[in-house]
């Protein structure tokens, strides 16, 4: 038994609880049971691992996240007023105009001020912005697969059948 000196005083205890734990095949790095037993607590660290996989792949790019979710409602839904993309996306006003003066640097998107109203600007994606959108998905696929990895086809189906109706019954969604 460890023997407790003034240098070490309160960490023999712990220092031998961990050699202790080390010694009984005990990961001291494994997730609290208690946690893993919470879907809520998965779906978030799932999320937050492929978010950062996809956020990564996107970087080396120069792209973020939300520059790939505005060419996305463009592409899906048309032209939009850039304030309408705000409310689709919810995203913060000020960040909505940096995401659609770096993706319109870059030709991926076009704004037109409205000629009636000076203050309402459409954006719509273009050709370029959905061949970047294109190799984006690919791109998010890639990191599903490898995240996925451990279903089966049918488990990945069922999984996402399952997150939809997740999804529809979060307040706001569609």
């Not at 996306?89 to 000629?115: F, P």
């Not at 990945?156 to 969604?173: C, I, K, N, Q």
């Amino acid at each position: 038994m460890t023997s407790e000196t003034p240098e070490n005083a309160g960490t023999a205890g712990t220092a031998g609880a961990a050699r202790a734990a080390g010694a009984a095949g005990v990961d001291e790095r494994a997730t609290p049971p208690t946690l893993v037993d919470l879907s809520t607590y998965l779906l978030s660290r799932t999320g937050k691992a492929a978010r950062g996989r996809l956020a990564e792949r996107l970087a080396g790019r120069g792209l973020r996240l939300w520059d790939m979710a505005v060419l996305a409602a463009l592409a899906d839904f048309g032209p939009h007023a850039q304030r309408d993309l705000v409310r689709r996306l919810g995203v913060d006003a000020s960040d909505m105009a940096k995401v659609a003066d770096h993706l319109a640097s870059a030709g991926y998107v076009e704004r037109i001020r409205d000629t009636a109203d000076r203050r309402r600007v459409s954006v719509s994606i273009t050709e370029t912005g959905r061949d970047v959108l294109a190799e984006l998905d690919a791109e998010a696929r890639a990191v599903q697969d490898e995240v996925l990895a451990p279903l089966t086809p049918e488990e990945r189906l069922t999984l996402h059948e399952l997150l939809r109706r997740v999804h529809g019954g979060l307040p706001g969604a569609p």
